[in-house]
Structures are given as C-alpha cells and as structure tokens.
C-alpha cells in the first residue's frame, strides 16, 4: 500500500490564519499571524527534539507600588548591596513577579507567583561552585548535546518561606526542609537550529526537566 506523506503542520497553521480572519480584520490579522507562528513553530521544534515544553517569556520592570504586599515583606526582610527592581514575566501559563538584586556581588532573583505567594529563590553561580560529584552527573546529561555552552548556573531554593529565609538570612549550613535544584542555562545547535535550553536539576544532579527559552523582553535586564 502506498503512503502519501501528509504536511500536518502546513495544514494545522492553514486552519489557524482562517481562524484569525475571522476573528480580526485583514488589516490587524497579518501582525497577529506573524507573532501566533513564530511561538508555535519554536513550540513544535521543541515537540520535535523531545523537550518537556517551550518556556515563553516576556518580561519588563514594574513599579514597586504594583507588586503584592506579601512580596513586599519578604523582600524587604533580606540584606541586599544594590536597589531591588521589580519585575513581571509573562509566560505560556502563568504570570509571575520577580525581585532582582545583588548581595556580596552574587545576584538573586525571588520569584512569586502573581498574588505574591513565594515560589523560590534563585541565586547566579559559578558552575565550578556546583558539587563536584552533582556537576559530574549534569554533564553527563548534558553530553547528549555534540556542543554546547553554558550560559548561566543558578542554584534554587524552594519550599516554606520562612525556612529559606531564615537559611538565607542566618544560617546556610542547615538546609533541612528546603529543596535544592540546579538551573542550567546552555546555548546549543540542533537540526541546524540554534537552541537556548533550560535544564533543572536536583541537589544530586538528577534531570528534572528541560525546556526551550522562547525570550521576549522589552527591557534589558540588569541588578
């Protein structure tokens, strides 16, 4: 029996253009279209490649006065060297606020969840500064890359507030009751396609996940 090779994703993006006329005008459905495509060709590349999910994000500072009480509080009650900037990320699911600021010239990021609940602390490291042994089972996953840079290690605190507080604030060689994970950031080319990955790690070098970085920011970051 002969197989006729079927182009799903032209046909899957034909029905989507005759939904957005339908929706918009001629005149606004063609800028539509141009940003719906690109978002949805970086999440099929990722489908593609096996990758858990695309992680979308548009980011940009906000005004203090915007942000949750709750965030507020937690933020002020660390120590930091430079001013604290607010900041919102938008992402495929989800809508988070993010505090960036620097202490002994290593650079924190807190994040929240949009109502201000605490999601987790993140802090810029050196990957040399990871376990050796962890490190030596990040890699080994990262291998399955032919080349590939490492942009960016963060580690990750995350669970009841108050405890990474108090080990942030007093005493960081008592980790009990907080997880530990490691964020990866590498560049790397696939298929002839450049790639920005995450990669999330646990305390042990675990894989936990990884996703594509799909980056939109207005601003530049900076601490």
């Not at 918009?24 to 590349?45: A, C, D, H, P, Q």
């Not at 009480?69 to 990320?89: G, P, R």
Request: one cysteine or more; aromatic letters at 14%.
């Amino acid at each position: 029996m002969e197989r006729k090779s079927v182009n799903t994703r032209k046909d899957f993006d034909v029905d989507c253009v005759a939904s957005f006329i339908t929706v918009y005008g001629n005149k606004e459905m063609s800028i539509v279209i141009k940003r719906f495509v690109l978002v949805l060709s970086s999440i099929l590349l990722i489908a593609f490649h096996g990758f858990s999910q695309a992680k979308y994000e548009k980011e940009f500072r906000i005004k203090e006065k915007y942000v949750p009480s709750v965030a507020l509080n937690f933020v002020d009650s660390m120590t930091f060297d430079s001013k604290v900037k607010w900041y919102k990320e938008i992402g495929l699911n989800r809508i988070t606020i993010e505090a960036k600021a620097k202490y002994k010239k290593e650079r924190y990021s807190i994040e929240f969840f949009e109502n201000g609940v605490f999601q987790d602390v993140e802090i810029e490291i050196k990957p040399y500064k990871i376990p050796y042994s962890t490190f030596s089972e990040i890699t080994g996953i990262l291998s399955r890359h032919k080349k590939y840079k490492i942009e960016k290690v963060q580690i990750q605190y995350s669970g009841d507030r108050n405890l990474v507080l108090m080990f942030l604030r007093e005493n960081r060689n008592n980790s009990e009751g907080i997880t530990i994970s490691y964020e990866v950031v590498i560049s790397t080319k696939m298929d002839g396609n450049y790639l920005m990955l995450e990669y999330l790690f646990s305390e042990t070098g675990e894989y936990l996940l990884s996703n594509e970085i799909i980056s939109r920011r207005n601003d530049t970051i900076d601490y």
